[in-house]
């Protein structure tokens, strides 16, 4: 696949080949959103510990040893847990890659308690963010470090100056944005001298907008699908890995049809897990894992069963056929594609 034409002028050289994580060569991320208990800023429990290290070990144990982790999850608490985990679990450290967020602020989370909720992208948040991440995590530097959301408010000069500054301070190996169209990471990346690695943004069989954008160019069902269609072929293009989060639609495809607010896709999900021999979690990710720009799920459940389950995805890709995957889809749709 060449590059568009108005993309590689814009990204550094670096950028022209696929950035794959350091440490870990599985297809699946483990994000750790769910762990450390509330999302106010009360303390850690022993038993939210004792929950995030059954999750963190049963994610390792089935190769998913990339974590996924924001300044907002559980009000850092997440952070700690995953801290106490490496610091618990010799040799982890080496064998993880660990990528954090920031920008974000939720009043009596990351904000004031009178604040509202908004998104800040200046030095102090930026930095003082990540800084606080390391000192959770009990590390000297991440692998990745991402703007979790965009602020309308924004300079993106001052922001690309911040973001460079902290990957010359040593501070993280790699950045990435997320929650972005095309437009915004090739407007950041013309100011940035480091590369954007990564965009993470909700895909899924349920928030499908990714696909139906591209089977519905110039249909009338077209007209109420928001995606910008560019993004994941100009990612794949310029080595912009796209990891999806929400990829579950929390056990919506998932439960058993009775539990199911899409009974008859559940179903189908289930049958053909039936059929592959795998877990319907494994073929709900497959469906995204199926598209050729090899995009990556995010896995936010603390379930070391459905971890279990989730990484199964990684055998059965192949498994899941063209037939399979418009099945879904349609069933999803609730009628056929055109």
């Keep these: 696949m060449s590059a568009p034409s108005d993309v590689s002028p814009i990204l550094p050289d670096s950028a022209s080949t696929a950035h794959e994580p350091s440490r870990s060569s599985s297809r699946l991320i483990y994000g750790a959103m769910a762990l450390g208990g509330s999302w106010d800023l009360s303390a850690l429990t022993d038993d939210d510990v004792a929950t995030g290290f059954r999750a963190l070990d049963a994610a390792a144990a089935a190769g998913l040893t990339e974590i ?105 190996a790699a950045l990435g944005i997320s929650n972005v169209s095309w437009h915004r990471i090739r407007g950041l990346q013309s100011h940035l001298r480091h590369p954007l690695e990564a965009v993470q943004v909700q895909l899924s069989l349920g928030h499908r907008d990714f696909v139906e954008r591209q089977i519905l160019w110039d249909h009338p069902e077209g007209s109420g699908v928001d995606f910008d269609e560019s993004l994941l072929e100009n990612c794949a293009a310029v080595g912009i890995q796209v990891q999806a989060w929400g990829a579950l639609d929390q056990g919506r495809y998932t439960r058993s049809p009775q539990d199911s607010t899409d009974p008859a896709t559940a179903e189908l999900t289930a049958a053909i897990a039936a059929e592959i021999g795998t877990s319907a979690e494994a073929v709900a990710l497959a469906w995204i894992m199926r598209l050729p720009q090899r995009i990556r799920p995010v896995i936010g459940t603390s379930n070391p069963e459905r971890i279990v389950a989730c990484a199964q995805a990684l055998d059965v890709v192949d498994k899941l056929t063209h037939e399979h995957w418009y099945a879904l889809l349609n069933s999803a749709r609730g009628h056929n594609v055109p």
Excluded: C
Excluded at 125 to 153: K, N, Q, Y
């Design 68 to 172: 996924d982790l924001a300044d907002i999850y559980t009000a850092g608490k997440s952070e700690s847990v995953v801290g106490q985990w490496l610091a618990e679990r010799a040799g982890r450290r080496e064998s993880v890659t660990l990528q954090t967020k920031a920008g974000i602020r939720i009043p009596g989370n990351t904000a004031a308690d009178d604040a509202p909720m908004h998104y800040r992208l200046d030095e102090h948040t930026l930095r003082g963010g990540l800084e606080g991440s390391l000192t959770r995590l009990g590390v000297e530097s991440v692998d990745r470090f991402l703007i979790h959301r965009w602020d309308p408010l924004a300079d993106p000069t001052q922001v690309a100056a911040v973001l460079d500054q902290l990957v010359d301070d040593g501070l993280t």
